[in-house]
């Protein structure tokens, strides 16, 4: 072979000056990138910096951690109404489906969604009117909420990637349709742990009527470790196993502990490594504290009149003072310590509609039944933490799994599926207060201004607890796995 034959990239090798200039510089290279990894400032292929993954002591797995950034939020507060509530009969007003109603959807002559064929336009059956000094337009359905639109930061343009429950609610709560992936909840207990040392770092509450359609999923772990699944109880049904035996006193009790720990303890000296051990007795040991703490937290007798009038405890509708007490189980969760709480609004045990907003068949039977249910405790929960200085360093979000579409189903009374346009919002820290963003088309189907998703909503509540979503991460079967998977955009235009 001659060395015209030789590719022009590799002929400087046969020269001895430059082959010791390259091989020198690539020695160099690659001291240089071990040095730069060790001190994280390494980019991996794709450009992106390297993942941070929190340091976890195995027996104190929900120990308080640092956040990447200086954070806005403290805590998290998250309404979930599911069965998919209808952005346009409560938050998206669009005067073109009133001017429109009985009429056709232009380019919708053969579309088929979720149920079915469509039928023609039809507008809300609330009237929207303007609120607030802001003037933001939102329907009498929910009159209590209606008041405080000026806290409120709105999402018009939010978009879903499916139009069935299940996995649409895997989507808003982990991030993807599919089972086995850790919640946001779960994410963030593993990145920031919790300042309450006797109760749970996340917690989800079920409604009253029973739980939604994914279940669990909603605030499992995944595959991050199980120490941060969220604990799901409510004021109807408490966390289970809480008191000892009768038949066990306080003293012997004690006394089994601390052998129990002696024994812990010798283990580890022994298997100083088993951090399997480690989590297992800080499991027992947070279960322990809690069989004091989360009775306490359940206390709402040693509220005053006031606030259990706010939250709505002693409505006479058992459903709306269960959701009422579950609201205010949620702010005492967050006065001592708990970082995320998920509360849910509708469950899926009753059948489609009937506990929950999934309002295919008779829209304006099921809502009036559903609307004051979650309006006025769920004010009362605002008002309150306004009042008490928490919404300084608690982020709430509003939330469902997708929309609905602007025409009613054809042969029925109620609206079907939409996962192309809906509404969410959030109030409190870090967020602009009486301000929408995005939007749908003329009659709320499609989002069409600043369209956002769902990674863009997780990426901005995890900025506003100071993460940085394409940094947070965890090492799973070859992969680096992120809450917002590859995807997502801090919405940064909605902060304040």
């Not at 000056?17 to 060790?38: D, E, T, V, Y």
């Not at 609004?345 to 304006?364: P, R």
Request: aromatic content about 8%; glycine content about 10%; proline content about 6%.
């Amino acid at each position: 072979m001659n060395k015209d034959e030789i590719y022009p990239d590799g002929q400087h090798l046969l020269n001895r000056r430059g082959f010791l200039q390259h091989a020198g510089g690539g020695l160099g290279s690659i001291a240089l990138s071990a040095l730069l990894a060790q001190q994280g400032l390494m980019s991996n292929a794709h450009g992106a910096a390297q993942p941070i993954r929190p340091l976890i002591r195995p027996e104190a797995p929900n120990a308080p951690r640092r956040s990447h950034f200086q954070p806005r939020a403290k805590n998290v507060i998250v309404i979930f109404c599911s069965g998919a509530c209808s952005h346009l009969d409560t938050w998206d007003y669009k005067p073109e489906l009133i001017k429109r109603h009985g009429q056709a959807m232009p380019g919708a002559d053969e579309l088929i969604t979720f149920q079915g064929e469509q039928g023609m336009l039809t507008k809300s059956h609330w009237d929207f009117k303007p609120r607030g000094e802001s003037g933001k337009y939102v329907s009498d359905l929910l009159p209590n909420l209606a008041k405080q639109v000026d806290d409120f930061c709105f999402i018009h343009s939010m978009t879903a990637m499916s139009n069935t429950h299940g996995p649409a609610e895997n989507q808003m709560s982990t991030g993807f349709t599919l089972d086995g992936y850790p919640s946001m909840g779960a994410w963030v207990s593993y990145a920031l742990g919790s300042d309450a040392a006797d109760l749970p770092a996340f917690v989800a509450i079920p409604d009253p009527r029973g739980v939604p359609q994914s279940g669990p999923n909603n605030w499992a772990s995944g595959f991050l470790p199980a120490a941060f699944q969220g604990v799901p109880f409510n004021m109807d049904k408490p966390i289970p196993n809480l008191a000892s035996p009768k038949h066990v006193n306080t003293n012997s009790e004690q006394a089994t502990r601390d052998y129990l720990k002696f024994l812990n303890d010798k283990h580890l000296e022994r298997f100083p490594g088993d951090t399997e051990l480690n989590a297992r007795i800080s499991s027992y040991e947070l279960a322990a504290r809690m069989q004091l703490r989360a009775a306490e937290v359940g206390r709402i007798d040693k509220e005053s009149p006031e606030t259990r009038k706010l939250y709505c405890v002693d409505d006479s509708n058992e459903i709306k003072a269960g959701y009422g007490k579950n609201c205010l189980l949620a702010r005492r969760l967050v006065e001592r310590g708990t970082r995320f709480v998920q509360l849910f609004n509708g469950a899926y045990a009753m059948g489609e509609g009937i506990g929950n907003w999934d309002g295919h068949k008779t829209l304006k039977q099921q809502y009036d039944v559903h609307a004051p249910i979650m309006d006025g405790p769920t004010a009362g929960l605002l008002k309150d933490l306004k009042a008490r200085g928490m919404m300084d360093d608690t982020l709430v979000v509003w939330m469902t799994e997708f929309g609905r579409m602007p025409t009613f189903q054809k042969g029925a009374s109620g609206r079907d599926h939409n996962p192309s346009g809906f509404t969410v919002w959030m109030t409190g820290a870090g967020v602009k207060p009486g301000f929408s963003y995005g939007a749908t088309d003329e009659f709320g189907y499609k989002a069409v201004e600043n369209v956002s998703t769902i990674y863009d909503l997780h990426a901005t509540i995890l900025h506003l607890l100071g993460l940085d979503h394409e940094r947070l991460s965890f090492y799973h079967n070859g992969i680096e796995r992120r809450l917002t998977n590859v995807h997502g955009n801090v919405i940064h235009d909605i902060l304040s």
